[in-house]
């Protein structure tokens, strides 16, 4: 059973600075896409940041020039660097991967718990 579990958030002043981490566990044969979610309250879950299996990443425009995705193959893990951070940054922040637990198997989705980031102005 494939299991994601982030860590890293908390409450930071406007202008700050925090880094979230994901690391996936169980069986994995490859994680495909691995990506950052977020969810404020009241509002849907949107996509901040997303990386590739080759290396390709992608921003919200929110967040572009102040976050930074990064994983490590090797050791399964997602960072997500956040600077200069806003109070429109607050919210709930999910690790999102497509995996495969086997080669013949498709990939699956799976989620994690979430961390709270909360930004004071």
């Known amino acids: 059973q494939v299991r994601l579990v982030e860590s890293g958030g908390g409450l930071v002043q406007a202008g700050g600075s925090l880094r979230l981490s994901c690391a996936a566990s169980g069986r994995i044969f490859a994680i495909n896409n691995f990506n950052w979610y977020r969810q404020a309250p009241g509002k849907q879950r949107e996509v901040v940041a997303t990386?590739?299996?080759?290396?390709?990443?992608n921003y919200a425009d929110s967040v572009r020039g102040r976050f930074i995705i990064s994983r490590d193959n090797a050791k399964n893990t997602l960072d997500l660097q956040m600077n200069s951070l806003k109070p429109e940054d607050t919210a709930k922040y999910y690790c999102?991967?497509?995996?495969?637990?086997?080669?013949?198997?498709?990939?699956?989705?799976?989620w994690g718990q979430g961390t709270q980031v909360t930004v004071s102005s």
């Open positions: 990386s590739t299996s080759g290396g390709s990443t």
């Open positions: 999102h991967a497509n995996i495969k637990d086997t080669s013949w198997r498709n990939p699956e989705n799976y």
